[in-house]
């Protein structure tokens, strides 16, 4: 099929944006990198009346380190992410995370705040910016404000976002000495939708794990916290009993949902064995 | 709504000026408004390859595009990489004399696509191992090879 047709517009600033937003209301649809939106279009499952295209506003993309940690522009490729020494060195998760995102020619257009207001319940990103206890800023026309990832993330593709509001960017805490992460993840074929994906960044002392944040992805509505595995793992070297008792409290942890990829069940079993494996990079 | 926007796009080359509709795809556009038909359209939900074209440089799904996006920017495609299918004319010359040699194509309808991944692979990683090569031909569907020969043939 192909799109409805829609008014378009390339405003040259946020503040032209916001206001368009404001104007079209829920008929305005942002398109950054539209890996999910041109889609969604072409299905017509999305008909909005104007498409407010923010590529080519000033000052949206790029990764810096500020004191708050981490800024990644909302309008940064998901290929730039990956090829960045900056995020390897200081959100070495989020990094680690970019290859299963999509297809090179994807990533070469997808945006990092695409991602975020997505909110794809599959999408690496997200498990990522809740593991690393990251912040997602906001700007619409009332001003600008920052919301922790845990909060922002709200269902299956619905966020925290007001109507007219515009990511702008993430923040990752900088790691820390001590911390070592790894993300890990199963589809069918490298690219596809996660069947299961873990964010993984954990605080290890002589071999002993004395913090530990396992997020996955894939497995419900929003990045899921597996604070029960958590705990098991406090305090305890990685070994395999620690890693299979782990495995066992993902049951309560996790309640995923079936669907023509996988059955809850196997979404369970694949958590566990992603668990192991990411036990055993962090524990080598 | 239906106004059409102008356009100033250099695809292969050449600087082009249209007027196009802000809801037409940057492959469309290829294959309608300028009748490059070698980018071919397939899934139109960036799943099967087929339309992958070169935006500035770097790979892009032809159907995840708007054409009024490429304002101002260097399109390439599979017509402007083939050449005329003489040695040295084009750049993936090679890429295609194995792709024939290896029976790396039956119907010939995702052959654009892998060629431009292919090569944007091997660019990036001369020598790319098999494993390498399935992964990043992993979002370009063939329904007729089975992958083998392709993949053969990038290696070759």
Redesign the interface.
């Known amino acids: 099929m192909k799109p409805v047709q829609f008014a378009y517009h390339r405003p040259a600033s946020l503040d032209e944006a916001l206001a368009l937003m404001e104007r079209y209301g829920p008929d305005g649809r942002i398109l950054a990198g539209g890996q999910s939106l041109v889609p969604a279009l072409n299905m017509r499952l999305a008909a909005p009346a104007a498409l407010v295209d923010i590529n080519r506003i000033p000052g949206l993309d790029g990764i810096s380190l500020e004191p708050e940690g981490l800024v990644i522009g909302a309008m940064t490729r998901h290929e730039a992410v990956e090829n960045s020494p900056l995020v390897a060195r200081h959100a070495p998760l989020i990094a680690q995370a970019m290859p299963y995102v999509g297809h090179r020619a994807i990533r070469s257009r997808g945006t990092v705040g695409g991602s975020v207001a997505q909110a794809d319940p599959a999408a690496e990103l997200p498990a990522c910016l809740v593991a690393l206890d990251a912040v997602i800023r906001v700007a619409g026309t009332g001003g600008k404000r920052e919301t922790p990832a845990a909060r922002f993330f709200r269902g299956i593709y619905t966020t925290d976002l007001a109507p007219g509001e515009i990511v702008t960017a993430v923040v990752a805490p900088s790691i820390q000495a001590g911390w070592r992460s790894h993300f890990a993840e199963l589809a069918r074929r490298q690219g596809d939708y996660a069947l299961v994906g873990l964010a993984t960044q954990c605080l290890v002392e002589g071999g002993v794990i004395k913090g530990a944040r396992l997020v996955f992805c894939g497995v419900g509505p929003t990045p899921v916290r597996a604070q029960r595995a958590e705990a098991a793992l406090l305090g305890r070297r990685p070994d395999a009993d620690v890693s299979a008792e782990a495995g066992r409290a993902l049951d309560a942890d996790l309640d995923p949902q079936g669907d023509v990829h996988a059955s809850p069940a196997l979404r369970r079993h694949l958590s566990r064995v992603l668990l192991g494996r990411v036990l055993a990079h962090i524990a080598a | 709504?239906?106004?059409t926007?102008p356009i100033s796009v250099t695809v292969n080359g050449v600087t082009v000026d249209r007027r196009v509709?802000?809801?037409q795809?940057l492959v469309?556009f290829l294959r309608y408004g300028l009748e490059l038909t070698g980018s071919h359209v397939g899934c139109?939900?960036?799943v099967c390859?087929a339309c992958?074209v070169r935006v500035d440089g770097?790979?892009?799904?032809g159907?995840?595009?708007?054409a009024?996006?490429c304002d101002g920017s260097r399109v390439e495609t599979i017509e402007g990489v083939a050449g005329s299918g003489v040695a040295g004319t084009g750049e993936v010359f090679d890429l295609q004399q194995a792709f024939a040699q290896e029976n790396a194509l039956q119907c010939g309808f995702c052959t654009p696509g892998m060629l431009l991944?292919a090569q944007?692979?091997l660019a990036r990683k001369p020598g790319a191992s098999s494993q390498d090569i399935?992964?990043?031909l992993?979002?370009n569907y063939c329904r007729c090879t089975g992958y083998h020969a392709i993949v053969e043939a990038v290696r070759a």
């Open positions: 709504m239906d106004e926007v509709e802000p809801r795809t469309d139109e939900q960036g390859g992958t770097a790979i892009v799904r159907c995840l595009m708007l009024v996006q991944t944007d692979l399935r992964e990043a992993s979002g």
